[in-house]
């Protein structure tokens, strides 16, 4: 009897979720606070219109959740960070 063949490893979709972060983070070093809110809703407005055209397009639907992922980490993150922006921590 025959080992039956590993299956292929499935690579998971995380590069939408860092080219975000890595927006956000470069967008706060480079405007300071006060554009925090800003680059919140674009990227968070740039995500959804993303999973959408996948959506209908039919693309893979691990890259339609990936980009839906990635506009709720966003909006948890950069809205905690102007929350902190308004207290002045």
């Known amino acids: 009897?025959?080992?039956?063949?590993?299956?292929?490893?499935k690579k998971s979709p995380t590069w939408p979720i860092l080219v975000n972060l890595v927006i956000l983070v470069m967008s706060v070093m480079?405007?300071?606070?006060?554009?925090?809110?800003?680059?919140?809703?674009?990227?968070?407005?740039?995500?959804v219109?993303?999973?959408i055209i996948l959506a209908i397009s039919k693309g893979k639907m691990h890259y339609v959740l990936a980009f839906i992922l990635a506009c709720m980490v966003?909006?948890?993150?950069?809205?905690?960070?102007?929350?902190?922006?308004?207290?002045?921590n």
Do not use: S
């Open 30 to 47: 480079a405007l300071g606070t006060e554009g925090i809110f800003g680059t919140v809703v674009g990227l968070v407005v740039v995500n």
């Open 74 to 88: 966003i909006l948890l993150i950069g809205l905690g960070m102007c929350a902190l922006a308004i207290m002045g």
């Open 1 to 9: 009897m025959e080992p039956q063949p590993t299956p292929p490893e």
């Open 49 to 51: 219109i993303a999973a």
